[in-house]
């Protein structure tokens, strides 16, 4: 009797899981088109963009401290 309860409420949990597991799926893939909709392109670019502005602002700064130059052998001396 008590091995038959346990089945039945292994196969309640089992039923239960499986339903949490379809609705988190549920839940990602619209999480997923909804970023895509938002904006697939867009922030891609602001990441280039600031990748694009921090090499410039370290390039800028090694000329600046004349590190880049002496081994460019721009500067005389």
Do not use: C, H
């Not at 089945?7 to 339903?19: G, I, Y």
């Not at 697939?40 to 004349?66: D, E, M, Q, S, T």
């Amino acid at each position: 009797m008590a091995n038959m309860e346990d089945k039945d409420l292994r196969e309640k949990e089992n039923k239960a899981f499986q339903e949490m597991r379809r609705s988190g799926k549920n839940i990602e893939e619209s999480r997923q088109k909804d970023d895509d909709q938002i904006a697939p392109r867009g922030n891609k670019l602001w990441v280039w963009l600031g990748a694009l502005v921090l090499i410039f602002i370290i390039l800028y700064w090694l000329f600046a401290i004349g590190t880049f130059g002496d081994l460019a052998n721009w500067f005389n001396g």
